[in-house]
């Protein structure tokens, strides 16, 4: 008998089985949640909130109150129907210790339910219950209300009735369990919302709220933020390109159902280059596409393509126009409510189920034809922009294959400046891209020469939020970062397709000074590896050095410090250990006020170091930021820039 079993503080011995199923969740947490760290703390509660949604999609729920509370604890309150509290007669138990402690027990006592919501991972609340220290479920139905508690995913006691309630719904109140997490269990208020939001637009109608009583107003009061739209998609694709400017008045909007599929979708053009689709099945964020986004594609360029030669608009055009062309400067969103849905992909968020290509493609076909028809202006508009992106394209094409002849002439095809490392095996191998020649050549003295490689960037890089794609070949320093990468953008039939095979480096660093000029250059390269090679981000090759703010020194003894609070502990350490010899704290401004020796030391030796990964936490959301940092609004840029002050951060 294991140790978990004799520990149970349950109140039956039916129960052993039930134990045995959440033991396997706090065993293997990351095979149910994704991960443990920060994704994996944020997902239990977008679990909780889904089974909310599934409540509300089946007409019985129209408010979500998410609150986050003072000890981290999650608290998501409905007011659907309320989890069923009678009687299982096969389990012997209350139905809703059932859903709490059953796996997958979730939806199936109410076949009739529309059940197409479900995280990511789909595992249901009892997976939050296994991994939840506390959690205390409360349950308003039948006029009264029912209560029960968990530790660990165990019952405390029997579902007992505490009281009586002309309200209905469920109150989820959890909180994670710091031995699972066991690196951070603090939730992030902007991670949340951002989900939120999502949700809200994803399904039109449904308030939801996110309160954080972590924190008080000046009036006393919590902040809180509320997401409702009855707008739904075409809301949201007016919300990513808020600061974008539209070609035409108003998106192009399409919520129905296709040969048995809901459906829905908004598109609009606007003046920049880049091509946003974001693309979800039952509410979840299908990165890699699928058969929904090959069904828009087709439907897209078939629709558009069939119109623009009817136009008489391309008589003159001396180049074929590619698929490309048709979603250069789209913002795009389409949402898919399917049964059973087929997962593929390294990330499981690639939709497989066949019968979707035909159902989108018909739905978009008749949306657009009735649009172009309707508003010969726009249309003209649009076709004008796919013209436009066709000819660019040459360009660009031109551009790179002069950047590679080149490369050729050169022997190694690497640039100048870089100082490449001894090693070859990609895995192993580290770019340090490197704010300032001076900083450049510090860390080429620092670091260690076998497997880490310093490019130094000087000069601008290119906002390639603005620029046309071919801007991007004649610009040096994204050249230089691209060909010392060993890839190249744009080659595989003339898709915005990447060679990672070819990557020289797994470990893309990028070292600027902790100040307004660095991190405004990290975001540009960031920009550029969002736009063209998001592939790198979504793989984990990319990171951000973390060079320290402070020197704390008191005669030969000094500690580095990355946080004021780290400083003023430090302060009082070094104090502590001697007697009137004063401490001396000196704030590092830039890279270039350490030596060699110190850089090494401090944020590239592997052993002390703390690298940031860049993780896409919400692909649409970083779409909104990116937009908004980099296109022509100062306003909201300065808002955000002030929200996350100290030193402007972008967790993207
Ligand atoms: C199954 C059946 C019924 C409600 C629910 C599940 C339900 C689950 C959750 C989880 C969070 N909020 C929820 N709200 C409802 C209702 C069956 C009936 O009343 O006929």
Redesign the pocket.
């Known amino acids: 008998m294991s140790v978990e079993k004799e520990d149970r503080s349950n109140y039956s011995a039916d129960n052993i089985q039930v134990l045995e199923g959440l033991e396997a969740v706090r065993k293997r947490p990351a095979m149910y949640i994704g991960d443990i760290g920060i994704k994996g703390l944020h997902h239990l509660v977008y679990e909780?909130v889904d089974?909310?949604i599934?409540?509300a999609l089946a007409g019985?729920?129209s408010d979500i109150q998410v609150a986050i509370l003072k000890d981290n604890s999650i608290r998501?309150i409905?007011n659907?129907?309320?989890?069923?509290t009678d009687m299982h007669p096969k389990e012997k138990k209350s139905?809703l210790e059932v859903?709490m402690t059953v796996l997958h027990a979730?939806?199936k006592?109410?076949k009739d339910?529309y059940k197409v919501s479900g995280g990511l991972h789909g595992v249901g609340?009892s997976c939050v219950n296994a991994l939840s220290i506390a959690l205390k479920a409360e349950v308003h139905?039948e006029g009264k209300i029912f209560v029960q508690e968990y530790s660990q995913g165990k019952p405390l006691y029997p579902v007992k009735e505490v009281g009586t309630s002309n309200l209905r719904?469920?109150t989820?109140t959890f909180k994670p369990d710091a031995e699972i997490f066991n690196i951070s269990t603090e939730y992030k208020f902007d991670t949340l919302a951002a989900r939120l939001r999502e949700l809200a637009y994803l399904n039109k109608g449904i308030k939801l709220s996110l309160t954080d009583e972590r924190e008080t107003n000046e009036d006393g009061t919590f902040p809180v933020e509320h997401f409702h739209s009855e707008g739904g998609l075409k809301e949201f694709v007016k919300y990513l390109d808020g600061t974008r400017e539209p070609i035409i008045p108003e998106p192009i909007y399409l919520d129905g159902t296709k040969g048995g599929i809901p459906v829905e979708l908004a598109m609009q053009y606007n003046s920049t280059y880049t091509e946003n689709v974001h693309s979800y099945v039952n509410n979840i964020n299908t990165i890699e596409g699928g058969t929904h986004v090959a069904g828009f594609r087709r439907g897209l360029t078939r629709t558009l393509k069939a119109y623009a030669e009817k136009s008489g608009m391309l008589k003159n055009l001396k180049m074929e126009i590619s698929g490309d062309d048709f979603r250069e400067g789209l913002t795009a969103v389409i949402s898919v409510k399917v049964q059973e849905p087929q997962f593929e992909g390294q990330t499981k968020t690639k939709l497989g189920n066949n019968e979707v290509i035909g159902a989108v493609d018909q739905a978009v076909g008749e949306i657009l034809n009735n649009y172009l028809e309707e508003n010969p202006k726009e249309a003209r508009l649009i076709v004008q922009k796919v013209i436009l992106a066709a000819t660019a394209r040459h360009a660009a094409r031109k551009a790179r294959e002069l950047v590679q002849r080149k490369n050729v002439l050169t022997g190694t095809g690497l640039p100048g400046k870089l100082s490449d490392c001894s090693e070859s095996d990609p895995a192993v191998c580290e770019l340090y891209l490197v704010e300032g020649d001076s900083a450049g050549g510090t860390a080429k003295q620092g670091r260690n020469r076998a497997y880490q490689a310093i490019l130094p960037l000087k000069g601008k890089i290119l906002n390639v939020e603005k620029a046309m794609e071919y801007k991007i070949y004649e610009n040096d320093e994204i050249k230089n970062i691209f060909t010392a990468m060993g890839v190249s953008v744009g080659t595989v039939d003339d898709n915005k397709a990447l060679n990672v095979i070819k990557l020289r480096y797994h470990k893309i660093i990028i070292m600027t000074d902790a100040d307004i000029d660095g991190s405004h250059i990290t975001t540009l390269i960031l920009t550029f590896f969002f736009r063209y090679m998001k592939e790198l981000i979504e793989s984990g090759y990319i990171y951000i050095a973390t060079p320290p703010l402070y020197l704390v020194k008191k005669g030969k003894e000094q500690e580095y410090a990355w946080t004021e609070d780290q400083r003023d502990a430090a302060v009082q350490r070094l104090k502590g250990a001697g007697k009137e010899e004063s401490v001396n704290i000196q704030r590092y401004k830039g890279l270039g006020e350490m030596n060699a020796e110190q850089l090494w030391s401090t944020t590239m030796n592997p052993e002390t170091r703390t690298l940031r990964q860049v993780t896409i936490e919400n692909a649409a959301e970083c779409d909104h930021t990116f937009s908004m940092l980099m296109g022509d609004e100062v306003a909201p840029r300065r808002a955000f820039i002030e929200k996350n002050a100290k030193y402007a951060r972008i967790d993207v």
């Open positions: 909780v089974n909310s599934d409540e019985h729920c998501v409905d659907g129907r309320g989890i069923p139905a859903v979730g939806g006592f109410d339910t609340v139905r719904g469920t989820i």
